[in-house]
Structures are given as C-alpha cells and as structure tokens.
C-alpha cells in the first residue's frame, strides 16, 4: 500500500520526502520496491510536465559547473530544477564517490532546486537503474527542469538520451585532435552542442572549436529532419551563452511538438523501460529458480573451461527455467 501522507509531502513538494520516495525507489528490497511502484502509480497523473534535459560530456569539461550555473539561471527566471546526478559505481565493490552534491554547492542551498545524487550500480550506461522512476518523481513534486547528468563514459549516453527529452553534448575549447577524437554516435544523439569554457584565454579557441564543430556537423545527418543540432559557446563560469542555450533548448521543444515528435518519443522511452522492467524480472526469476540453481555450477565450469560455449550454456539454463 503506498504512504499516503508521504505522497502529499511529495505533492506538496517537500525535499525532504522527495528524497525519502527515491530511497525507496532505488531500494533493492522487495518491500520496498512493491511500496514505490504502489507510489509511483498514484502520483503518475501528477508526471510529464517537465522538460527532461540529459547532459553529457567528458570528464574535466566542466559538467557539473555548467549544470550549476544554468540552474541558477533557470530559478532566476522561475523555474524548478531537480538535478539527477549518476556517479560511477565500482563493479567490484559497488561504491560510489556520489560527489556531484558537493560541486554544485550553491545550486545544492537553494530551495528552488533539488540534487539527487545516485549511483549507477555498475549497470550498462553507468545511469541509476531506477532513475526514470526518481524522473517521474521529481515531477510530481512539481519540478519544471529535470536535468540528468552521465558519468560521461561508455554507453551511458545512449541510456540518458533514451530518458530525456533533449540531449545536450558538452564539449571542450581547443578543437583540432579533440573533433577527431569524439565518437560519431555520442554527437549523432546530440540535439544541441555547446562548447563550455569560452571564457579568458579559451575565448578565442572556443569560437574556433564552435565553428569547427558547426563544419564536422554537415558530414553528419541529423536525427531529424526537422532539426539541425546548434553549436553554441558558453561560460559556466561567467554566464555567458547560458540564456541562448535555454532559449535553443526551448526552440527544439517547440519544433518537436509542432511536429508531434515530442510524446511520441516519450511513449517510445515508455515502451522501452516496459521491456527493460520485464527483462529484469524475468532475469530474476531465471535465477532464482532451484532446476537453474542446480544446473548454474557444473555449466559455469564447463563455460570457463572451454568446454561448453556461452550460447549453449544460455540455452541449458533456459531449458531448465522452462523445465
């Protein structure tokens, strides 16, 4: 049964509840899943008014200053941010620094903005299992702006851009071996590009970087033909380009709709998360069932061995599952 008085809390959007439901919600416990999905369910005609920003970037280029600087600004005009950020998790022992809370300091004390670090858990993307849940919470709790930040490495920004509304890619000043290093996929999912750093001595060679990118942009075809990626310069630092990216973000959003682009995109995420979900489950269950617990050692030898290839053994198991 859902905590009603908590759902209210949440409603009413208190932080403190907020993060309570997200505990719940990032829980492994089953008592505490079967709780936030009862949640969930009741609060889901409160969700999908936001705009859900996912940014990426590799490390050093400023994610965290840049999300906290266009936070503020964002609450400057009115806006309510929730701020989703996913720390890398250690595969071997599960930790994680969680220290994006800390780096956004200023944006972290005010009441128009909340900061949910999350670990990733080790799953594929390095993006929080359960973070489209904590999306649809953070709505409910009447944020406008959801921002999701990547760990910036791996497939993680194919995950965050399966959960956002816009795909923002950050980038460095200094193109030249940095264009050629810049995977083809992460810039083909980007709906806008912006050059961070543009400020003092990078000045100069973030207006380079900007029309660099502009160039390499033509050789590559857009997601849709309804909208070309802009390439924009900005100051997390000084605040400079920070109301144009908003203002692009804006023009994006509103082509989508025109073109009834936007909720299908949601719907398709939807659907996605929905086999997502039963692929768990059913994960789950495959192992946790006795014939599959009995069969799990003798194949698991046999496959590092060498004896037995991982496509066999994979069809061993499901055998024993349906058996």
């Known amino acids: 049964m859902p905590d009603l008085p908590l759902l209210d809390e949440v409603l009413a959007g208190r932080r403190r509840a907020l993060a309570r439901l997200i505990t719940l919600i990032e829980s492994s416990r089953p008592d505490h899943r079967t709780q936030a999905e009862a949640m969930l369910d009741q609060l889901s005609p409160h969700t999908g008014g936001a705009i859900r920003v996912g940014i990426s970037g590799v490390p050093g280029v400023g994610k965290s200053s840049f999300i906290e600087s266009i936070g503020l600004y964002l609450i400057e005009q009115g806006h309510k941010v929730a701020v989703l950020a996913v720390d890398p998790s250690s595969r071997r022992t599960g930790g994680s620094i969680l220290g994006d809370k800390t780096r956004m300091e200023h944006l972290a004390r005010n009441e128009g903005a909340f900061i949910r670090p999350s670990p990733s858990g080790g799953t594929l993307g390095g993006v929080a299992r359960r973070t489209a849940e904590s999306i649809l919470a ?35 000043p200094g193109a030249g071996d940095d264009l050629q290093g810049i995977k083809k996929g992460i810039v083909e999912l980007a709906d806008l590009i912006v050059v961070n750093k543009a400020d003092g001595d990078l000045a100069n060679a973030a207006t380079r970087a900007v029309a660099d990118y502009r160039a390499a942009l033509h050789l590559l075809r857009p997601a849709s033909k309804h909208w070309s990626p802009p390439v924009l310069a900005a100051s997390a630092a000084t605040g400079m380009g920070l109301p144009e990216v908003w203002q692009k973000i804006g023009a994006y959003a509103e082509t989508m709709k025109r073109e009834g682009l936007w909720q299908t995109r949601r719907e398709e995420q939807a659907v996605g998360r929905l086999w997502a979900e039963v692929t768990d489950a059913l994960v789950s269950d495959l192992k946790a069932a006795p014939k599959v617990g009995a069969e799990l050692p003798g194949l698991l030898g046999d496959v590092r061995s060498g004896r037995l290839s991982p496509t066999g053994a994979a069809r061993r198991l499901i055998a024993a599952f349906r058996g």
């Open 138 to 172: 953070v709505e409910a709790a009447g944020y406008d702006v959801v921002i999701i930040e990547t760990v910036g490495v791996g497939q993680s920004e194919t995950a965050v851009a399966d959960m956002s509304d816009v795909f923002l890619l950050l980038l460095q």
